[in-house]
């Protein structure tokens, strides 16, 4: 089920690209916000293709002894991590702090995903600053 909806996202995607571009050669003035759905197109794929690399890894596995070991990933409860907007620099360090212990140390997000979350995680000017970075793992 995630395969198919791993494929129909990016179906759709194709589908929205083409149709922009179709609508930017009748109408220059669009102000679609192109970079914000294709942002948020690559996090939702990344979370995707994540999520099915759990699943493999979680999948029944047979030892060479005949044992059969099923390894369960656990997850803990979600955490409300403040939105940093930069309007009170007493809440910078206190955000960063929490969203470094849970986002920036958390192996298993890739530097994107970990990009991803700090857009969700920022606001006003503090988004301002990193909103244009290109979505790569060199920008986060």
Request: charged content about 30%.
């Amino acid at each position: 089920m995630l395969l198919a909806r791993r494929e129909k996202l990016i179906s759709n995607y194709t589908d929205y690209e083409n149709t922009t571009l179709k609508i930017s050669l009748v109408d220059e003035s669009d102000e679609d916000d192109v970079a914000g759905v294709e942002e948020k197109y690559f996090c939702m794929l990344s979370k995707i293709d994540d999520r099915l690399k759990e699943l493999r890894k979680s999948e029944v596995t047979k030892e060479s002894e005949g044992h059969v070991a099923i390894r369960v990933n656990s997850q803990l409860p979600t955490l409300d991590i403040p939105r940093f907007d930069s309007k009170d620099s007493t809440k910078y360090k206190p955000s960063m702090d929490i969203f470094k212990a849970v986002v920036d140390n958390y192996l298993k997000l890739s530097n994107i995903e970990k990009l991803c979350y700090l857009h969700k995680y920022l606001a006003g000017e503090a988004l301002a600053v990193i909103i244009n970075l290109p979505l790569i793992n060199e920008s986060y």
